[in-house]
C-alpha cells in the first residue's frame, strides 16, 4: 500500500540558519504519528512544509492522500461568519455543491460534538474550547483523508484538552484518516497516535520512532501513563523532549 504521506530529506532554513535537516517520515493510510520534540526544533515548520504552506529548501513531500486539511493552535475563524458559515466556507472551497452542503456541516458538526444551538453562534460568542471544536468541524466537513494537527490543543486548560484528545481519537476512528499531530505534550501523543517520531533536539533528523500498542481508541489511562513513564526513565530517545534550545529563539 501507498504511504497517505512521505517526507522525503527534508532540510529547510530561516535566514541562512538551519532549521530542518534530512527529515524522512513515511504515514500509512489511517495512521496517526505523533510528532514530538523539544520547544524550537523546527517541529511547526515541518508541519507547514509537509502540508504544502512552505516550499522545503531541501527534499521532496510526496502526498498520497486525496484531501487534507489542517488544524493550528489558534482555530482562526472567521469573526462575521456564524460557527455553521465557518464549516460552510470549508465545503465552498472543496467545491462541493451547495445542496448538500447542510448535511456535511450537521455530520461534522456531530463529529466535533458541536449543539445545533451553537452552530448558530458567531466565534465571539463561543469560548476557546468550542471555537477549537468549531476549527475541527471545519476540518472534518471535507472528509479529508489526511488531517495536519499543529500544537491544536497547547492553549487549552488540562480537562478540556482531554475532551478534544478524545474527539480526535474517536472522529480518526470513525472517519479513518491519517494524521501527522505535532506537540511538545508526551502525554497526548501516547494518547492519540499509533506511532511516535521524535525530532533530534536540533532538528537534524527523526531521532526515532516508537510503534505505540493498540488502537489509541483502546489505549487506557493506566496504560498510557506507564508508556509515559517507561519512556522517560529507561528510553534515551526521550531524554531531551522536554528541553527549551534558547539559542535558537530569535
Ligand atoms: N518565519 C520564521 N523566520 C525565521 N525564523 C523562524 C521562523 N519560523 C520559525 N523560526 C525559527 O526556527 C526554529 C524552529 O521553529 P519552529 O516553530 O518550527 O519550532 P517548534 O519545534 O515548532 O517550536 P515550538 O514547540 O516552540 O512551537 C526556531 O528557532 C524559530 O525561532
Excluded: C
Aim: aromatic fraction near 6%.
Amino acid at each position: 500500500m501507498s504511504a497517505a504521506l512521505e517526507l522525503h530529506r527534508i532540510g529547510h532554513a530561516y535566514f541562512g540558519q538551519s532549521v530542518l535537516n534530512s527529515i524522512d517520515l513515511q504515514i500509512a493510510p489511517g495512521e496517526v504519528v505523533a510528532l514530538v520534540g523539544p520547544s524550537g526544533s523546527g517541529k511547526s515548520t515541518l508541519a507547514h512544509i509537509a502540508a504544502g504552506l512552505v516550499e522545503p529548501r531541501e527534499g521532496r513531500v510526496t502526498p498520497g492522500y486525496a484531501r487534507h486539511a489542517m488544524i493550528f493552535q489558534e482555530p482562526r475563524l472567521l469573526p462575521w461568519a456564524t460557527a455553521a458559515q465557518n464549516i460552510g466556507f470549508a465545503l465552498r472551497r472543496a467545491k462541493l455543491p451547495r445542496r448538500l452542503r447542510p448535511a456535511r456541516v450537521a455530520e461534522a458538526a456531530r463529529l466535533a460534538e458541536l449543539e445545533p444551538q451553537d452552530l448558530a453562534k458567531y466565534p465571539v460568542e463561543l469560548s476557546g474550547g468550542m471555537r477549537q471544536r468549531v476549527a475541527i468541524a471545519r476540518a472534518l466537513a471535507v472528509r479529508p483523508d489526511f488531517i495536519f494537527f499543529d500544537e491544536p490543543f497547547t492553549a487549552l486548560d488540562v480537562a478540556l484538552k482531554r475532551r478534544m484528545q478524545d474527539l480526535v481519537i474517536a472522529a480518526a476512528e470513525e472517519a479513518q484518516f491519517a494524521a501527522l499531530f505535532i506537540t511538545h505534550d508526551l502525554v497526548e501523543a501516547l494518547r492519540i497516535a499509533h506511532r511516535i517520531a521524535v525530532l533530534d533536539l536540533r532538528g537534524r533528523g527523526i531521532a526515532g520512532l516508537r510503534i505505540l500498542p493498540g488502537d489509541p481508541g483502546a489505549r487506557d489511562e493506566a496504560t498510557t501513563f506507564a508508556l509515559r513513564q517507561r519512556f522517560l526513565t529507561e528510553d534515551p530517545l526521550f531524554r531531551h523532549i522536554h528541553d527549551v534550545d534558547e539559542r535558537r529563539r530569535p
